[in-house]
């Protein structure tokens, strides 16, 4: 998933258990339907969850727009089956001309889909070791307590002692501890390219990624999903040896820079905030947004499909901010109507005036998923405030690394790293602090 709502996924409820006759075989025959067009076929084929939150005309909309994002079909790989918080899911690899994604199916225990989500493969490799000549070096941290801990990676300069350090916090999304997206790892990036200057930084699997069977249960908003265990983070991290219990940051990149002013005010223990493509604005509002500008990018034309996709996607977000809506019901991306309240509620600029912390506010001017709006309401909010800095980055997409032209969802699938000058500055400002 991208960092903040990818607009090609479609939904994803929670199935209850079990195993089925052939799982690979169903996921294989809804995908041949919906090459064939044939979605009511697939709506048979869903339980009564899942074909409520996407009936047939919604798929019609949303399958018959990824061309226009990703280019056209050219064929499928491998299925992959595993058991995963009580159902057995299959993952079956799709190839297109502009992007790798990969088609995510949950079956039931009558054989039903009870989930289904269209999302980019992560295709990276395994991060390098560290070198034993690097200025640092990398152990393994737990972040919490017993089964449902969190596994981490903490990078520590080498020398001697205390370090000010930094907690990074992912983009909405079940992301693993270096944000993997594509080819790209940027919290790898930020984290080795910041200890190597001398700042200890922890980064872990979020719990979305590590343990996705604490949200079968459908009840749970953004703090159970991220602010919860960023505070854990904070924690863990300011009693870790070598680090200055006094000096301790968070990074949060897009979702995670929305959350960032609310980690702080819940732990006490944070000393300062790096916001890099942090949204000010409701993420409903955006993600409307966004399917907005990606249905115009490849041709500067909204299809029927992606009109209709559009539309379907505003109508959901109308019930989900209705009161008389039931929290467990299935809202935009399957998610349910709770979350989606839960993180409505947020205002990232409110909250960072009340927990009045130094920040630095980083944006990409190539972001196409948080724009220059986002930015202005950051500026507008804060340019007379001393302690806040802002670094505008022409070249920049959403991941923090480097492009030409109009940005695209296909460039997150080409290799590349996070902007040397980025990590140097957010380096600089945290030894200022």
């Keep these: 998933m991208l960092s903040l709502l990818l607009a090609t996924s479609l939904a994803l409820s929670a199935g209850t258990s079990a195993q089925t006759a052939d799982p690979a075989a169903l996921a294989s025959q809804a995908l041949d339907r919906l090459d064939a067009g044939d979605y009511t076929q697939v709506e048979a084929l869903f339980g009564a969850q899942m074909a409520a939150a996407v009936p047939a005309d919604k798929l019609k909309a949303v399958w018959e727009s990824l061309p226009a994002q990703v280019g056209k079909a050219t064929g499928r790989g491998e299925a992959t089956v595993s058991a995963q918080g009580g159902a057995t899911m299959v ?83 079940p992301h693993d501890r270096d944000e993997t997206i594509g080819p790209n790892k940027p919290f790898l990036d930020i984290a080795r390219g910041l200890a190597a200057q001398g700042i200890a930084v922890l980064r872990f699997d979020k719990r979305t990624k590590a343990r996705p069977q604490d949200f079968t249960g459908g009840e749970f908003g953004v703090d159970q999903e991220t602010t919860f265990d960023a505070v854990l983070a904070v924690d863990v991290l300011r009693k870790a040896e070598g680090v200055d219990p006094k000096r301790i940051f968070v990074l949060g990149h897009s979702q995670g820079g929305l959350m960032a002013p609310r980690i702080a005010a819940l732990s006490g223990h944070v000393d300062g905030l790096i916001l890099l493509a942090a949204p ?17 990018l490849d041709d500067g034309k909204t299809s029927d499909a992606e009109r ?48 009045k912390l130094p920040m630095l506010v980083l944006q990409g001017a190539r972001d196409i998923q948080v724009v220059d709006a986002d930015w202005q309401n950051w500026k507008g909010a804060f340019h007379d405030d001393p302690k806040v800095a802002f670094k505008l980055y022409d070249k920049l997409n959403h991941l923090g690394i480097a492009g030409e032209g109009e940005g695209s969802l296909a460039e997150y699938q080409q290799p590349g790293h996070v902007d040397p000058q980025l990590i140097d500055d957010v380096a600089a400002w945290i030894k200022a602090h």
Excluded: C
């Design 280 to 296: 000010a604005r409701p993420l409903l509002d955006i993600l409307i947004e966004q399917n907005r500008r990606l249905a115009v």
């Design 308 to 355: 209709d996709a559009i539309n379907a996607l505003i109508a959901q977000v109308r019930v989900a901010r209705d009161s008389a809506t039931d929290p467990a019901a299935k809202g935009p991306m399957g998610l349910p109507v709770g979350y989606w309240r839960s993180i409505d509620g947020v205002d990232p600029v409110a909250e960072a005036k009340r927990v």
């Design 91 to 173: 993952q079956i690899p799709l190839h297109f001309e502009k992007a790798e994604l990969v088609a995510k199916f949950a079956i039931d225990a009558e054989g039903k889909i009870a989930g289904f989500v269209v999302q980019p493969a992560q295709t990276a490799a395994p991060a390098p070791a560290v070198a034993d000549d690097a200025a640092y070096v990398e152990r393994d941290l737990m972040v919490g307590d017993g089964e449902r801990a969190l596994p981490g990676t903490l990078a520590m300069p080498k020398g001697d002692g205390p370090f000010p350090a930094v907690v990074l916090v992912h983009g909405s999304g």
